[in-house]
């Protein structure tokens, strides 16, 4: 089976910008969780995605968001970007969600 | 609120000798815990979780219901052992994975 693919797997944007991460799960993951990783805060939860519906939140602003499509892809928002965003963000998939989660390369993003 | 903590940071030990990584957690309800391994340069995966009961690479770790802890155990640790090792909870019910800060282990030759 192939893995979780993540894409970009490296972005550089400016203060302001909004930015737009691609996941896809591994065949037949129904759930698919986002994670933004930083030295100074770890990993931090931002949402699960299962059969298109958003059944967890983290604390994260607004300006985070994401949607699922019917064929269990994940795309993640981010608008009006700060500094502070600059982060490794991972997508993470698994058949139901409260299980064994498979980790994807992750996107690093940079805001200048 | 589920929390995980892991208070060490850096853990440095030499090869052969026993290590310990620590993880206390705070839920309310049933938990499941699990340890996740990140190795340079390499995914984040799953090492270990609390229901499996197994060993893996020599790694074992009890829930301790009592004392709220789910500490990484392994008796003679080794080099490949040195990575970036999270603790994470999962409660039974809900569908949020909530990951400690994490344990930086270096095993020393």
């Known amino acids: 089976k192939a893995g979780v693919t993540q894409t970009p797997r490296y972005l550089i944007k400016t203060r302001g910008q909004q930015v737009t991460l691609s996941c896809s799960p591994i065949s037949g993951h129904r759930s698919v969780s986002w994670y933004q990783q930083t030295p100074g805060q770890g990993l931090q939860f931002l949402f699960e995605y299962f059969s298109e519906t958003q059944r967890n939140k983290g604390n994260f602003p607004g300006r985070f968001s994401g949607r699922q499509f019917s064929n269990s892809r994940s795309e993640m928002n981010v608008s009006t970007l700060e500094l502070g965003d600059s982060a490794l963000y991972l997508c993470?998939?698994?058949?139901?969600?409260?299980?064994?989660?498979?980790f994807g390369p992750g996107t690093r993003l940079t805001v200048l | 609120a589920q929390r995980v903590t892991q208070p060490e940071k850096l853990l440095s030990v030499f090869k052969g000798a026993p290590v310990e990584l620590k993880c206390n957690y705070s839920y309310s309800g049933s938990p499941e815990l699990f340890w996740y391994v990140q190795y340079s340069r390499q995914r984040l995966q799953l090492l270990l979780r609390h229901i499996s009961r197994e060993s893996i690479k020599g790694f074992t770790a009890d829930l301790n219901k009592g004392e709220t802890s789910f500490h990484l155990k392994k008796p003679f640790a080794q080099e490949e052992d040195s990575a970036m090792y999270y603790c994470?909870?999962?409660?039974?019910?809900?569908?949020?994975?909530?990951f400690g800060a994490g344990t930086r282990l270096t095993v020393k030759p």
């Open positions: 993470a998939s698994s058949p139901s969600g409260y299980n064994e989660q498979f």
């Open positions: 994470a909870l999962s409660g039974h019910n809900n569908n949020d994975m909530r």
